[in-house]
């Protein structure tokens, strides 16, 4: 690991030459955070560092459409009033995204600490936000609260929108919905139901009534295909079972 976060390091330093790296806040399958100072500012460099195992000129081609999408979806929603680190520099070549820094706890490690009246207040903010991503055709990818940032102003900003994308399907929106219940579920069971009433609360707000039943069906529909798939799952692990008993 030493190794590989000091080539990350190395990288960051030759593509950009006013990075001050301080910290490397995580390393993913996909990119590294690193936490620094660009210009005298604190920023977060988002690094989609080359991945060797990849044909070269495909991994080229893959971090810099990846990076460039990212940020159009971080401006978009940035500019519709939805809180999110603002793009400061990008450089889709080096796959290099820099990124406001923005100081709070993942908003995973302190529900827990926090007044259930408190949370219910957060999370019709976030409903709100996350209906006026999906009015505008953001989709965030992965919404869960290990990606959400919450403030010392108690503001929630959305971060990671590495597996985002722009779409008006019902499908699409439906995912990242079913994505937050499943978040709460299993991070957050016991308040999820409460949670997740004032998460739609704010986000029919924005989005309408009827809006709201096609998401909660099309929720509704994604879990039932899930357990489908499990129950199918689970009956042919006993099948084999059984199999290897005669």
């Given at each position: 690991?030493?190794?590989?976060?000091?080539?990350?390091?190395?990288?960051?330093?030759?593509?950009?030459?006013?990075?001050?790296?301080?910290?490397?806040?995580?390393?993913?399958?996909?990119a590294a955070l690193i936490r620094g100072k660009w210009l005298e500012e604190e920023v977060i460099f988002k690094l989609r560092y080359p991945k060797l195992?990849?044909?070269?000129?495909?991994?080229?081609?893959?971090?810099?459409?990846?990076?460039?999408?990212?940020?159009?979806?971080?401006?978009?929603?940035?500019?519709n009033g939805v809180?999110?680190?603002s793009v400061l520099f990008i450089n889709p070549e080096a796959g290099l995204l820099i990124l406001e820094y923005v100081k709070g706890?993942?908003?995973?490690?302190?529900?827990?600490?926090i007044k259930l009246s408190e949370c219910l207040e957060i999370f019709i903010k976030i409903g709100k936000n996350v209906g006026i991503l999906h009015l505008n055709g953001i989709i965030?990818?992965?919404?869960?609260t290990s990606n959400m940032l919450l403030t010392e102003k108690n503001e929630v900003f959305f971060i990671d929108f590495g597996l985002g994308e722009f779409s008006n399907e019902v499908e699409k929106q439906g995912v990242d919905i079913h994505l937050m219940l499943r978040a709460l579920e299993s991070t957050h069971p016991s308040h999820a139901r409460r949670l997740f009433e004032a998460f739609i609360?704010?986000?029919?707000?924005?989005?309408?009534?009827?809006?709201?039943?096609?998401?909660?069906?099309?929720?509704?529909?994604?879990?039932?295909?899930g357990r489908y798939i499990s129950e199918r799952r689970e009956s042919h692990k006993q099948s084999k079972g059984f199999n290897n008993l005669s």
């Amino acid at each position: 690991m030493e190794e590989i976060e000091e080539n990350i390091l190395k990288y960051l330093s030759k593509i950009e030459r006013d990075a001050e790296a301080e910290e490397i806040v995580n390393i993913g399958a996909e990119a590294a955070l690193i936490r620094g100072k660009w210009l005298e500012e604190e920023v977060i460099f988002k690094l989609r560092y080359p991945k060797l195992y990849r044909n070269t000129i495909l991994d080229l081609h893959l971090r810099k459409i990846r990076t460039s999408h990212e940020a159009k979806l971080l401006s978009e929603a940035k500019f519709n009033g939805v809180p999110v680190p603002s793009v400061l520099f990008i450089n889709p070549e080096a796959g290099l995204l820099i990124l406001e820094y923005v100081k709070g706890p993942k908003l995973r490690d302190i529900i827990d600490h926090i007044k259930l009246s408190e949370c219910l207040e957060i999370f019709i903010k976030i409903g709100k936000n996350v209906g006026i991503l999906h009015l505008n055709g953001i989709i965030h990818g992965d919404l869960t609260t290990s990606n959400m940032l919450l403030t010392e102003k108690n503001e929630v900003f959305f971060i990671d929108f590495g597996l985002g994308e722009f779409s008006n399907e019902v499908e699409k929106q439906g995912v990242d919905i079913h994505l937050m219940l499943r978040a709460l579920e299993s991070t957050h069971p016991s308040h999820a139901r409460r949670l997740f009433e004032a998460f739609i609360k704010g986000y029919s707000s924005v989005r309408g009534e009827e809006w709201k039943e096609k998401i909660l069906n099309k929720v509704r529909e994604i879990r039932m295909r899930g357990r489908y798939i499990s129950e199918r799952r689970e009956s042919h692990k006993q099948s084999k079972g059984f199999n290897n008993l005669s």
